[in-house]
């Protein structure tokens, strides 16, 4: 039963995704920058949840299901849930206010970053040398994309360009988000510990 909780969203991730792709709702949802301006607000956050085609589908439900299984048990669903949604906002608002040459984009792979860095801080508290070296990894692969680009074969495979300072900015929102989480986690404790002295 616990097991079948544990793996409840992610299941409803990817079987949300995957529905979006086989209504084929790329067009509709995906960020566009001219409607975003013009009021089509809600693409700001669907945008990160239709993709180009099913290998680029594929990839990242395949990643969607690596960063569950790694760090699945270090993070309440409550708190997946938050990480997603500020996450993806805020990669968007990102994409929106500092990368002006980008008119359009979909995909999950920037939220997945931030998911990916949250679930590491938060493993932190049990495998630290594991956690750690996770982390290091990918800042390795946010700075390789950073400067060279992508990874190679990976825009021949999700079939357009990779957007690697949505890769960057998900990472920052996750990481962000995992050190207010884990201070207010700290003062709470600290709090509660003192009102029981």
């Not at 299984?69 to 990480?83: K, N, R």
């Not at 996450?87 to 792979?109: D, F, K």
């Not at 495998?127 to 060279?148: D, N, P, T, W």
């Amino acid at each position: 039963m616990a097991l079948a909780r544990a793996w409840l969203l992610p299941a409803l991730l990817i079987a949300g995704c995957f529905l979006l792709q086989v209504l084929d709702l790329e067009q509709t949802l995906r960020f566009d920058r001219r409607l975003i301006i013009e009021g089509a607000w809600w693409r700001i956050l669907s945008a990160n949840f239709v993709h180009l085609g099913w290998n680029h589908f594929a990839l990242n439900m395949a990643g969607a299901a690596l960063v569950f299984a790694l760090f699945g048990p270090a993070v309440s669903a409550q708190e997946w849930v938050s990480v997603i949604v500020i996450s993806s906002v805020a990669i968007a608002l990102a994409v929106l206010t500092l990368n002006h040459e980008i008119n359009w984009y979909v995909g999950l792979s920037g939220t997945l970053h931030g998911m990916f860095a949250y679930g590491a801080v938060a493993e932190l508290r049990h495998a630290r040398v594991f956690a750690s070296l996770l982390l290091i990894g990918a800042a390795a692969k946010l700075g390789y994309e950073q400067l060279v680009g992508s990874l190679p074969g990976t825009a021949e495979t999700v079939g357009g360009a990779v957007i690697v300072d949505a890769h960057l900015y998900g990472a920052l929102a996750g990481l962000v988000l995992a050190i207010l989480w884990r201070g207010y986690l700290t003062v709470r404790k600290r709090r509660a510990s003192t009102r029981s002295a």
